[in-house]
């Protein structure tokens, strides 16, 4: 990632911080994920990052952590239909029902996409940009 797209991005997640208050944690989040992603080692300590990456038990709040996890790979992320929805939800950590509330549809929909059955046009840019990607 060059230094113009890194800056670009954070700035749009704090801008998006603010103008979305109800998902603060997850930009907050997205921030220092991807200044580890654009810094690499020199950005936090080794112990916090394998947190962000591997908690599963609630150790840090579930939005913030998606949030790191959307940063820290988002070179990574790619979405382009619904073969993409399964392995984009285990990256970042969301379950089925998240995704179903992003896009707002219901869960049995979003089982149907892992299995590659149509998605919309909509529901596939609303992912799109959650995500920022």
């Given amino acids: ?18 103008l979305e208050p109800e998902r603060s944690d997850f930009w ?9 992603l654009y810094h690499g080692e020199s950005f936090g300590t080794e112990s916090e990052h394998e947190l ?11 939005q913030l952590q998606t949030g790191y996890r959307a940063g820290y790979y988002y070179d990574h992320l790619t979405i382009e239909g619904a073969k993409d929805v399964q ?5 970042i ?12 549809v219901s869960p049995r929909t979003v089982e149907g996409w892992e299995q590659c ?3 919309s046009k909509p529901a596939l840019e609303l992912i799109k940009k959650y995500l920022m990607i």
């Fill in 52 to 62: 962000y990456l591997t908690c599963a038990k609630g150790d840090y709040r579930k």
């Fill in 28 to 36: 907050r989040g997205f921030q220092r994920g991807l200044r580890r």
């Fill in 87 to 91: 392995p984009l939800r285990k990256i």
């Fill in 1 to 18: 990632m060059d230094e113009n797209k890194f800056k670009n991005l954070m700035l749009m997640a704090k801008s998006l911080q603010e």
């Fill in 93 to 104: 950590g969301l379950s089925v029902a998240e995704i179903a509330e992003i896009t707002t």
């Fill in 117 to 119: 059955k149509p998605m």
